[in-house]
Structures are given as structure tokens and as C-alpha cells.
């Protein structure tokens, strides 16, 4: 079964400073990948997706993600980070064939002045 | 355009007591449902989910139930709660193009049992 990994719970940074959130999956047969954003007390939205093609997906919000099929791995980056991006950030994996996102436990970015 | 609505926001219910939390979609046609609870530091678990009406899967034994009566509406249940139970509760829709598409989330019920 599909599983993601978030290696860090949290992340803290200095506003305008460039910041990775890491993320691994465990299979990479027919593997689609999302990272969404949660904002306190709402739900869940979409910044990006990688179902093929090119390995550099951009997002919404300056961000980007790389999907590296050797290492298993969907890091998401943006170059400058501001106040507002301030969230959790969460990484998600589904395969081709099962109707189930598996989620990662999230990383919670902490953009401080 | 596609929306999801729940409801209620936040809910402060004692042990013991039943639970019914609403999710509805409108814009979309025989969508996937999803409930998902989110604990303090666990992440996002996958409850619930559903491929058509009367049709529910359940991902982990638990003290809730769910219920899709009709296409756009799923239902989360208890009929006894426990202190556990309490968490954010997003409800979740999904396109069936091939299973690729992304959820899109409601904006979450805060359940409190006291």
C-alpha cells in the first residue's frame, strides 16, 4: 500500500528566505502526487499536482515541486517565502486504480519577520 | 463551478451523545465522497469513502458510521460518542476522470467531547 512520508513536522523560516518541505512516497507504480495547503480552521486546498509528464510541476502562490522518480521524492519550494504563506502544508499520493489519497502527517511553516 | 458545504462548524457535544455531521456538493455529478479526521499532529485519516449512493467503504473500526442517501450528501455518524472522537472532520469530493483527479475539501467540523 501507497504510504507518505514528511520528514518534518515543522519548519520555521525568515520571511523573503527560500524554503524546501520535503516529502517521499513509497511507490512509484502509477503514482499521482498533490501537495495542498491548510490555513487554521479550514480546510484543505490545492497548490499543485504531478500526474505526468514534466518532472517540475508549478503551483499556485510561487510555489513549485519536483518529482524525482529515483529517489522517490515530491519536495515542494518556493524562492521567497512571505508572512501569508504561513500554513500547514500537506503532501498526498494516489495510484491508478484506487479511488484513496493517502495523506503525509503534514508540515506546519512558520514564516517569521 | 463545484462547491461542497458542511455543516456545522463546531460542535461541543458530551459523551455519550449522538453525532451527525453534513456534507453536501453541488455542480457535480456522482462524485467520490470522502470524511477524513484530522488529529492534533496525526495527520489527515481516510474514515469513510463512497462511490455511489448506499455504497460505503470504511478504512479503520471505529465508533462512527457514514451514510450517502443521496448522490451529493454524506453523512457522518455516532450513535454513542467518546472522548476520542474529538477532532477537525473534512468532508471531501472527487471527480471520477480516472481516478487522477484531486479532492476538494469543505472547510471542517470541529467536534469537541467533553
Known amino acids: 500500500a501507497q504510504s507518505v512520508t514528511q520528514l518534518d513536522s515543522q519548519v520555521p523560516v525568515f520571511e523573503e528566505a527560500p524554503v524546501e518541505l520535503r516529502c517521499n512516497y513509497s511507490?512509484?507504480?502509477?503514482?499521482?502526487l498533490f501537495w495542498y495547503v491548510q490555513y487554521p480552521n479550514q480546510g484543505l486546498q490545492l497548490l499543485l499536482k504531478?500526474?505526468?509528464?514534466?518532472?517540475l510541476v508549478k503551483g499556485i502562490n510561487g510555489f513549485e515541486a519536483e518529482f524525482n522518480k529515483s529517489q522517490t521524492s515530491f519536495h515542494l519550494r518556493k524562492p521567497s517565502v512571505h508572512i501569508s504563506d504561513t500554513a500547514e502544508y500537506f503532501c498526498a499520493a494516489g495510484q491508478g486504480g484506487s479511488e484513496k489519497l493517502v495523506f503525509g502527517k503534514g508540515t506546519k511553516l512558520t514564516v517569521n519577520p | 463551478s463545484q462547491t461542497i458545504h458542511q455543516w456545522p462548524a463546531t460542535l461541543v457535544q458530551p459523551v455519550g451523545s449522538p453525532l451527525s455531521l453534513e456534507c453536501t456538493v453541488e455542480?457535480?455529478?456522482?462524485?467520490?465522497l470522502y470524511w477524513y479526521r484530522q488529529a492534533a499532529g496525526r495527520g489527515l485519516q481516510l474514515l469513510f469513502y463512497s462511490v455511489g449512493i448506499g455504497q460505503i467503504s470504511s478504512e479503520v473500526p471505529q465508533n462512527l458510521s457514514a451514510s450517502r442517501p443521496q448522490d451529493r450528501q454524506f453523512i457522518l455518524s455516532s450513535k454513542k460518542l467518546l472522548l476520542s472522537d474529538s477532532g477537525f472532520y473534512l468532508c471531501?469530493?472527487?471527480?471520477?476522470?480516472?481516478?487522477?483527479?484531486?479532492?476538494?475539501f469543505g472547510e471542517g467540523s470541529r467536534l469537541t467531547v467533553l
Open positions: 471531501a469530493w472527487r471527480g471520477i476522470s480516472g481516478n487522477t483527479g484531486e479532492l476538494f
Open positions: 455542480g457535480t455529478s456522482n462524485p467520490n
Open positions: 504531478y500526474l505526468s509528464g514534466s518532472t
Open positions: 511507490s512509484s507504480v502509477s503514482v499521482y
